[in-house]
Every structure is written in C-alpha cells, then in structure tokens.
C-alpha cells in the first residue's frame, strides 16, 4: 500500500517573518491512544525529559560559555565583523531556543534582544561592544541566579532595560530606513 503524500505546508507571509503550517493529518493517523497496561507515549517522553532535566544546567552553562567566547573573541580582536558577529548570533540564538526547553525562559528576551541588535544594525562596526558586553552579562545572570525565587521580577527589569537601550541604538542608527524603524517599534506586525 502505497503511503499518502501529505499536503504541501500552508505559508502564511508577514513583513517580517513566515509562519508555516505543516500537514498532520498523516502524523495524526499513525498516533493513537495507549492500550490498556501500555505506557503512554507522551508521558513517556516527559519521564524522559524528567530524567535528563538534571543536565538541563550544565548544558545551559555550555550554551553561556560559548556566547562568551564569541563575545571575548569580539574583544581581543576589537572587531565585530561578519564572522565574530555570526558566532555570537548563533550562541544567542541557541539560548533563546534552548531557555525554556531547559527551563529557563527568564533568559529569551534577553538573548532575543541581543539577536535583534544584530539582526537589525546597518552597520556591525557600529555597535558598542558596551552594548554586547551588557547582553552577555545579563544572559550569564540570569543562568546563573535561576534558582531565585525573584528570578522572573529581575529578569524582566534587566532585560526591559536591555531591550530599550538596544531599540534606542537601532533606532539612531536606522534613521535613513523608515520600514526598519517601524520593525524595531512593532516586533510583532
């Protein structure tokens, strides 16, 4: 029996970004409930998750080491050019994808910030490395005080300070590109 192809995924375009909708109607069908005295398979893989959770730290310090060797690499070169700039995205990136699968996501706007600041420079040479520097710390503290009680109160104050400083610096800098400005005013649409 020959498998059924599924549809083409539905895109949706934005100004900014696509969201893209896959088919599921075939992944759907080969999903069933668990039988009687059969494990559930979703909460399977959330004992699983339960198991490596006690990693979920360590791979959260390799992830902030690596965004301060990309950051201490900008340094010693006194350069932030499209390699250095890349390397430091990605290490960004990564924590902002990884934060809540972690359970960490006090860190996202911070490294999303960072990101942004990136994304959004005309001109990579332009940006303060006081600018990095912040980012980095920021994201490094907040891993590191995750176990506070208060983690979230300070992370959001540190990171709405982190993100008004960076749109400050972005809008200056995209004076000249009215329809980057509108991006850096309304993120969302």
């Not at 559930?40 to 893989?45: F, I, L, N, S, T």
């Not at 959260?60 to 900008?74: P, T, W």
């Not at 990605?90 to 809540?100: N, V």
């Amino acid at each position: 029996m020959a498998s059924e192809p599924a549809d083409a995924p539905k895109v949706a375009n934005f100004k900014d970004h696509q969201v893209i909708t896959p088919d599921t109607r075939k992944l759907r069908r080969t999903v069933r409930a668990a039988l009687p005295g059969e494990a559930d398979q979703v909460e399977a893989a959330e004992m699983a998750m339960m198991r490596l959770s006690g990693d979920f730290q360590l791979w959260m310090n390799d992830e902030c080491l690596k965004l301060d060797a990309a950051r201490q690499k900008i340094a010693a070169t006194g350069v932030l050019s499209k390699e250095t700039s890349q390397e430091l995205y990605l290490a960004a990136h990564d924590i902002k994808g990884d934060g809540p699968t972690f359970g960490y996501p006090e860190v996202v706007r911070a490294a999303d910030s960072l990101c942004r600041l990136i994304d959004h420079s005309p001109e990579l040479t332009k940006i303060p490395m006081a600018i990095i520097d912040q980012h980095v710390d920021a994201i490094r503290a907040i891993v590191r005080e995750h176990q506070r009680d208060d983690i979230a109160q300070i992370a959001g104050t540190l990171t709405q300070t982190l993100r008004a400083v960076t749109d400050e610096f972005l809008l200056a800098e995209n004076a000249h590109r009215p329809e980057v400005q509108h991006i850096i005013r309304n993120p969302m649409g």
